[in-house]
């Protein structure tokens, strides 16, 4: 526990200062004939056949872009290609040492590390395992397109397979690597190490650091490399996943064979560029990019910069560095100095760089000058080396005449099966346990203190005469929550939890007391108020395959790790052609009394995106039934609770809260009060104060109100909110979000359309206003209360007698209010 470790003030308070290591700079400087001793000269050509396939698969895109042909084979593609030709040497170098067991994540330019990584797999894997990997991906589809006609050995059909499997993703053929649906700025091919590529520059920053935590917490082996552009060098992830990968407690806290640094290395491909800024001397002021790892940690991150354009030297460093990875002494940052010829895309004319710079690299080619030390060495000859290069170029026409014809590469064929993507968002598969390893646990669950304290609880909130037991006696939504989740850890061993204040506080809200207890740093930990790296590793942990619940303490954090939630969570599973799952629970905390920052409901900004799931219970019963789908299920979900009633009681659920497991199904709205004259469809805690209106409205209206809890927005059955308009003829949606485009209003309108015939009265919306969120003592005028709902009735649907509204909810007022924008 962080308690034993002691922060002595004299020890701290002592003058000193801080030393820094120098920085290595290119030292490496040896030629191929310095390194025959330690290369076969088959492996030396390789590394030149390797850059070669690159240099000619990027020249190939290139001529397609710009002159719509290769060879005299046209193509039209419309989409995107960022080339990398003049890095080969870097990618190369990168991918050369790597096992099959070490993965790689990159950036929107990383066809070359895809194919350096994809060729040293093939390298390394046997025949039985190539032929093993070819043959069950998609069933066998992707390799049966290139082993028609085909008599060379498995490794060369593995070369087509490889080359094949990535062109026809970059032309978006149901036969690519990601059935076409990643495209070529997302391609991966996990079978060999080659792990998501991100569009969203710097996006794989953080999302490769939960790499490596899997790796680690998992005991599985190899590194994980992260690929990351000079200029993204400066994104929000990046110095996030840094923070994560750099957290002392690695060292300090985790215990036995945990203990120690993560396995990953932070590899800058640092072609010098972004789009057209230059990052020395521009954009950024680090002037050496390795100089950044100083920062990070004592290690500084044993940073360097090499000579990307000598194969040999990042072939030589990360020889050196998987020692310092091996001895758990990551992370590891390399500063991989490389330059590209091409624009950032075909179309651009390099307006922002000399002429003379450019020749100037060429001059230095890196893959001429490592022929000419080849040749100079006596391990190749010119014609060898020509002939290296005529076989890579017919292997490139070959490949791409198969993945431009439509006949052996479809595309995903829309019109005949409309719901193809569709039906990929969700992977819909449940698993009891991701892992098959015994869980790391403390203790046996029985003798935890929360548990044993629980059991004592009373799980209906009444007494059999109705009168509610004390607080503390009842068994409360976080129990609920606890429940799920202690049970999980216990038969799910890849489970890992983390956010801020997650281990010896219990969680900010006390949802984890006992936890700490029950579990070892490495499966529930602090992380560093970096809610972009809790969210990014979150997904780099359940990408590879296991379970992880991310918190984010305060709903309003969320844009904080916007790009994470928004474009990485949800799209990864439908992105990879459903190659991947995402198993990831992450709990969102919606606040009030703490004002403007921390008091709002998002949950339309999540719900709006297409791939999560979310839901919002707010009944012990419901928390712990849908924590419990949604630790069983292999998709993202958003699971909000709301602060203001973290110690209810359950009310509605007469048996009392289940001791054992059982799941509520997501996105099954649920009556918790029946009534025939009006519905209220409620999302989140706003149906305690519904039920209070619907008391109300009973009482002095004599009016029956319906009480619908959404517990899901995404998805969600529209069936039995349709039941009960068909009953009571009308219908207000309510909850804390303030209303203008909130997802009350998406209720609204598909209820409006569905059940138009049965409606007495358009739907009605009461939301929260569209301002700041006061301070607690102003709340009531800003958040949806028991009069607001009368008020609204009164005003939209039928008058009450004699009725008084106190909220102005008449059409000239929506009207003035649009019309200000408040
Ligand atoms: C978050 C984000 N911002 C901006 C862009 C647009 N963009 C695409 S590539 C690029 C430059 C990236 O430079 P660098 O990281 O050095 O990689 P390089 O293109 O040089 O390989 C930019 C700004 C993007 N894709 N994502
Ligand atoms: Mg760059």
Redesign the pocket.
Same mark, same amino acid.
């Given at each position: 526990m962080p308690k034993i470790q002691f922060i002595n003030p004299t020890e701290v308070r002592k003058p000193g200062e801080v030393n820094f290591q120098p920085i290595p700079v290119n030292k490496y400087q040896k030629t191929v004939k310095d390194e025959r001793g330690n290369f076969t000269d088959d492996e030396l050509k390789r590394i030149y056949h390797d850059m070669v396939v690159i240099r000619e698969f990027e020249t190939m895109l290139n001529l397609i872009k710009t002159t719509g042909e290769y060879s005299g084979v046209p193509y039209n593609h419309p989409g995107p290609a960022?080339l990398?030709i003049g890095q080969e040497s870097a990618a190369v170098g990168m991918a050369y040492t790597l096992t099959v067991e070490d993965f790689i994540f990159g950036? +929107? /330019?990383s066809h070359g590390e895809i194919l350096a990584k994809g060729l040293s797999a093939i390298a390394k894997l046997s025949d039985a395992e190539l032929t093993q990997i070819m043959d069950t991906f998609f069933d066998g589809s992707t390799v049966e397109v290139v082993k028609k006609g085909f008599s060379g050995s498995v490794k060369e059909l593995a070369r087509r397979f490889l080359i094949y499997g990535t062109l026809a993703e970059i032309f978006a053929r149901e036969t690519g690597f990601n059935k076409g649906l990643g495209g070529s700025m997302h391609a991966f091919f996990t079978p060999f190490g080659v792990y998501p590529n991100n $569009?969203?520059? @710097?996006g794989s920053g953080d999302i490769a650091v939960g790499a490596a935590l899997f790796k680690k917490v998992n005991r599985k082996p190899g590194l994980v490399v992260a690929n990351? @552009?000079? $200029?993204?060098m400066a994104?929000g992830p990046v110095w996030e996943g840094l923070s994560f990968a750099a957290m002392d407690q690695f060292n300090e806290l985790w215990e036995g064979d945990m203990k120690g640094g993560l396995p990953v290395i932070f590899n800058i &491909?640092n072609?010098q560029? @972004? &789009?057209g800024g230059q990052?020395c001397g521009e954009t950024m002021g680090y002037g050496i990019a390795a100089r950044i790892g100083a920062g990070v940690n004592p290690d500084q991150m044993h940073a360097e910069r090499v000579d990307g354009y000598n194969p040999l030297a990042v072939i030589d460093a990360y020889k050196r560095k998987r020692k310092i990875i091996e001895e758990k002494r990551g992370p590891v940052l390399l500063d991989v100095l490389t330059y /590209?010829f091409s624009g +950032?895309s075909p179309s651009d004319a390099s307006s922002y760089r000399s002429k003379e710079e450019v020749e100037a690299w060429q001059e230095q080619d890196c893959i001429l000058g490592y022929a000419k030390q080849l040749v100079d060495a006596g391990v190749s000859t010119d014609s060898e080396l020509e002939a290296i290069w005529a076989d890579v170029k017919s292997l490139m026409v070959d490949m791409l005449k198969l993945s431009i014809n439509d006949e052996v590469s479809p595309r995903m064929d829309m019109d005949k099966y409309p719901n193809l993507i569709g039906d990929m968002m969700f992977s819909n598969q449940p698993a009891d346990s991701l892992g098959t390893a015994t869980p790391d646990v403390n203790h046996p669950m029985e003798e935890n203190f929360r548990v044993q304290q629980i059991a004592k609880k009373e799980r209906f909130a009444f007494d059999k005469d109705g009168k509610p037991f004390s607080k503390m006696k009842q068994y409360q939504l976080r129990d609920g929550i606890f429940e799920a989740i202690v049970d999980r850890y216990y038969k799910d061993s890849t489970l890992v939890a983390y956010g801020e204040e997650n281990r010896d506080w219990g969680g900010a809200f006390a949802v984890y007391r006992g936890l700490t207890e029950a579990l070892p740093y490495h499966r529930l930990f602090n992380s560093p108020i970096s809610e972009a790296s809790i969210v990014g590793t979150a997904i780099g942990y359940a990408m590879c395959g296991g379970r992880v619940i991310p918190e984010i303490m305060y709903c309003d954090f969320l844009g904080r790790c916007g790009?994470e939630v928004f474009n990485q969570l949800p799209k990864w599973q439908a992105m990879s052609g459903n190659v991947l799952k995402m198993p990831v629970v992450m709990r969102v905390s919606v606040g009030s009394k703490y004002g403007a920052q921390h008091s709002q409901d998002w949950t339309s900004l999540v719900a709006h995106i297409p791939g999560l799931k979310v839901c919002f219970p707010v009944t012990p019963y419901d928390a712990k039934g849908l924590m419990n789908s949604a630790l069983q299920g292999t998709d993202p979900v958003i699971y909000f609770e709301s602060q203001r009633i973290y110690e209810i009681g359950e009310q509605f659920h007469k048996d009392g809260v289940p001791e054992g497991y059982y799941e509520i199904p997501f996105g099954e709205p649920d009556v918790k009060r029946a009534g025939k004259d009006i519905t209220i469809l409620t999302v989140g805690a706003t149906l305690y104060r519904a039920l209070d209106a619907a008391k109300l409205l009973e009482e002095k209206y004599g009016m029956s109100a319906e009480v619908i809890d959404a517990r899901s927005l995404v998805p969600f059955n529209y069936e039995p909110v349709i039941e009960s308009v068909k009953k009571t003829g009308h219908i207000i949606i309510s909850g804390d979000a303030n209303s203008r485009g909130s997802f009350l209003n998406e209720f609204a309108r598909n209820i409006a359309e569905l059940a138009f015939d049965y409606l007495d009265a358009p739907p009605v919306v009461v939301g929260s206003r569209n301002w700041i969120t006061p301070a607690y003592e102003l709340e009531d005028s800003f958040f949806p209360q028991p009069s607001w709902f009368l008020d609204a009735i009164h005003e939209k649907i039928v008058p009450l007698k004699d009725y008084i509204p106190g909220q102005n909810f008449t059409n000239l007022e929506q009207i003035r209010r649009a019309k200000l924008g408040v």
């Open positions: 960022h990398s950036s +929107h /330019r $569009a969203i520059v @710097g990351i @552009g000079d $200029a993204s994104c &491909m072609n560029y @972004g &789009m990052t /590209r +950032h790009d």
